[in-house]
């Protein structure tokens, strides 16, 4: 590989200055006429192009992301000034607007689906019965991962990315293509030599950590959390609003040839694959996916019979968690194309591919009884006693049940035999009742079961108006405070036994108020457990603003978007004086975690909470946080940028002058004040704000100005 680790590789475009590590700064973009842009743009996207391919397909790229982002910043530049942007630059991954509806799509051959089992003699008797049927005793196959995700089938017409349809029925499919469009694996230009009209099939998935981290988002946003990366996936695909797909870690792996041919047609027979440009095997199509710059998994292996996919299957068991992506068997594919078309199909399934299983982490079991549990918003879940099963490796004894409204749906009651699954490291949950053996079904409380307060619906979801006078809503902000004030010892049943008994009576403020003496009185305390309490209590003084804001418990705001609050307001001071309209102007704050801040500092029982925590010598006063954004500072100012500014994106500089109460906008006009002349500029904004007469400034001037207004920038 000493090529490739020279830069480029043979796979590289030829007279192509931008596949290497860029090594000096462009030239201004207004110093190009329309047909030296034009020409630079497209080596830029062809470069790009590259990039990608070398990045996601080959997992080796030549060139790093800071460079990678110069050149996508030039591309984007050169765009926008001529007006070049293409349909397929890889400029283009957002812009649609939201749908109100999917439109439907028909498949050009039907995506049929794969027979399966999880008994390594059901896929031995599959392997008897193609050699039987195409009369062949040498027969290789292809092993290759079964995806747990959405299938898809993605059309490019002249190596165009033209389509994207999910598998629906098999026959007729959702149109998802400005979906597909943000998955940056999927090329919007194929590499090399495609033929003219090409359809493969894929699997479109959230890989794990991706998942975990986007769960932990919505978590702390309070949105529901996914039940797993399928799930999440599907959810993903399906969204009417391409930007909301955009934000969402999806990728793709491809592992099929629907359709391929040199004109357009719609009506393929299921198992032809890409005979018709001479991929006379599935292997071939292997090799062949990735030179065409679609991504497909290394982990796929030919084999020469089926005890070696028997084995493939065991070894690949074996390394199953270690993967990024959820899988839930392999596919046994026939290798040879010909052998696969004579095969045919059944009404539903290939007769040349079979899925051979892993055991599945979902058992069925009984349950014993179903709570309810109070969480510290208040919101309360339906929790499912299980008798305790094993699944996949370890034992369930309680599941979520999700809302209400599955509750519902699915019709549970006590002595109900469920299906519980267990899936990407999630709390388990029940997935549907299997046998109805209940005298009745489990009705959801209309009254808090702890205190009695009545339960407000919200959707599906369900709270405790009964706030801090519940003790269980008590219990779980005692335990959350001190959890992120990193104090330990108050666990839950610490915090339980303080709420029981008086120690903690109407807000965690009551627990900074005992002395030695009130908590050492407590059952299986004493002196020593006492003072290490109050220790830990004083070890935790002047916490950092974010962190206290974090503790209180506001609905859906966690430690990200309190941290952004902090550093938006600076002191508890601030914070408490701030309206609904500034805590919107938070980057990373909504309309709706904006109107939770805002009621919950408007409420004079929890400011008086906040105002005795901040008073205790034990707590005391919030640490402020470095400012940076300060509000309004800049109100009233518009702003244009053009041209780079080296460590700041265009995004980031617009969110950094509307943080502090700025508008920035795409276009100079008699309304803006000020354009930021940045590197490589355009130049017809620059002749916009000559014939307006908008000042000019250099980022070193838009800097300075900033600090004029008091506003401290930490350069990047
Ligand atoms: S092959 C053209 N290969 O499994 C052959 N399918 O139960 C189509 N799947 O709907 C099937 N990974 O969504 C094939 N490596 C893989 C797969 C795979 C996941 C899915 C596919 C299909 C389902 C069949």
Request: charged share 30%.
């Amino acid at each position: 590989m000493a090529e490739a680790d020279a830069g480029t590789g043979e796979d590289a475009p030829a007279d192509n200055p931008y596949v290497r590590e860029p090594d000096t700064e462009f030239a201004p973009v207004d110093d190009l006429d329309a047909d030296a842009a034009s020409e630079q743009a497209a080596l830029l996207r062809e470069a790009l192009r590259y990039h990608d391919y070398r990045y996601y397909v080959r997992n080796d790229p030549v060139i790093g992301d800071r460079a990678y982002d110069q050149l996508f910043s030039r591309l984007e530049a050169l765009e926008d000034e001529f007006d070049l942007a293409t349909d397929t630059s890889p400029t283009q991954r957002v812009g649609a607007e939201p749908l109100d509806e999917l439109a439907s799509v028909d498949h050009v051959a039907p995506l049929l689906s794969l027979d399966s089992s999880g008994d390594a003699d059901d896929v031995r008797s599959f392997a008897d019965r193609v050699a039987r049927e195409a009369d062949r005793d040498d027969l290789a196959f292809v092993c290759e991962p079964k995806f747990d995700g959405l299938s898809v089938a993605v059309t490019y017409v002249d190596g165009e990315y033209e389509q994207a349809a999910t598998r629906g029925d098999g026959e007729t499919g959702e149109d998802v293509t400005e979906n597909v469009r943000t998955i940056d694996s999927v090329p919007l230009q194929l590499r090399g030599d495609p033929p003219a009209f090409l359809v493969v099939r894929g699997e479109v998935y959230m890989p794990r950590d991706a998942f975990q981290a986007h769960n932990r988002e919505r978590v702390e946003r309070g949105d529901d959390p996914f039940a797993n990366p399928r799930n999440a996936a599907a959810g993903t695909l399906r969204q009417l609003d391409p930007s909301v797909t955009a934000e969402r870690p999806l990728d793709c792996f491809f592992y099929d040839v629907l359709a391929a041919g040199e004109e357009a047609v719609d009506g393929v027979e299921p198992s032809r694959g890409g005979l018709d440009v001479g991929l006379d095997s599935h292997w071939a199509e292997h090799q062949q996916l990735p030179d065409w710059g679609l991504k497909v998994d290394r982990e796929a292996e030919l084999v020469e019979d089926i005890e070696a996919a028997v084995d493939y299957r065991n070894r690949l068991g074996e390394r199953r968690e270690d993967l990024n992506y959820e899988i839930d068997g392999v596919v046994v594919k026939v290798d040879d194309r010909q052998t696969c078309l004579e095969l045919g199909t059944t009404a539903r399934h290939y007769r040349w591919a079979y899925a051979y299983k892993f055991p599945a982490r979902e058992e069925v079991t009984t349950v014993a009884d179903v709570t309810v549990q109070v969480g510290r918003t208040g919101r309360l879940t339906p929790v499912a006693l299980l008798d305790p099963v094993d699944v996949g490796g370890v034992t369930v004894s309680r599941a979520s049940l999700h809302n209400r409204d599955e509750i519902r749906a699915m019709g549970v009651g006590v002595g109900d035999a469920v299906r519980v699954q267990r899936a990407g490291d999630v709390i388990p949950y029940v997935a549907e009742v299997v046998e109805d053996r209940s005298e009745g079904h489990f009705e959801f409380p209309e009254s808090c079961p702890r205190c009695g307060s009545d339960v407000e619906f919200d959707g599906p979801n369900a709270f405790c108006t009964g706030g801090l006078t519940c003790p269980a809503q008590l219990v779980r902000s005692v335990e959350y405070f001190t959890d992120v004030l990193d104090v330990e010892g108050v666990g839950e049943e610490a915090a339980e036994q303080f709420v029981e008994a008086g120690v903690v009576e109407e807000s965690v403020a009551d627990l900074y108020d005992r002395s030695v003496e009130d908590l050492a009185e407590l059952e299986g305390w004493g002196e020593t457990s006492a003072r290490n309490l109050l220790t830990e209590l004083d070890d935790a003084r002047n916490p950092p603003l974010g962190e206290f804001l974090a503790a209180l418990g506001i609905p859906e705001v966690g430690p990200t978007v309190a941290d952004d609050v902090a550093r938006e307001f600076g002191t508890l001071e601030a914070v408490l004086d701030a309206s609904e309209t500034d805590f919107e102007r938070v980057d990373g704050v909504g309309e709706v975690v904006a109107g939770h801040l805002a009621e919950f500092f408007e409420n004079d029982r929890n400011r008086d909470v906040v105002a005795r925590l901040r008073d205790d010598s034990r707590l005391g006063e919030p640490e402020p946080a470095d400012v940076e954004g300060g509000g309004a500072e800049l109100e009233g100012v518009t702003f244009v940028f053009t041209g780079s500014v080296e460590g700041w994106t265009r995004s980031e500089l617009q969110a950094l002058v509307e943080r502090h109460g700025a508008s920035a906008t795409g276009s100079v006009s008699g309304n803006t004040d000020y354009l930021v002349v940045g590197e490589s500029p355009g130049q017809s904004k620059r002749d916009a704000a000559d014939a307006n007469d908008v000042p000019q400034v250099d980022p070193g001037e838009f800097f300075a100005l900033l600090e004029d207004r008091g506003i401290t920038v930490e350069q990047s």
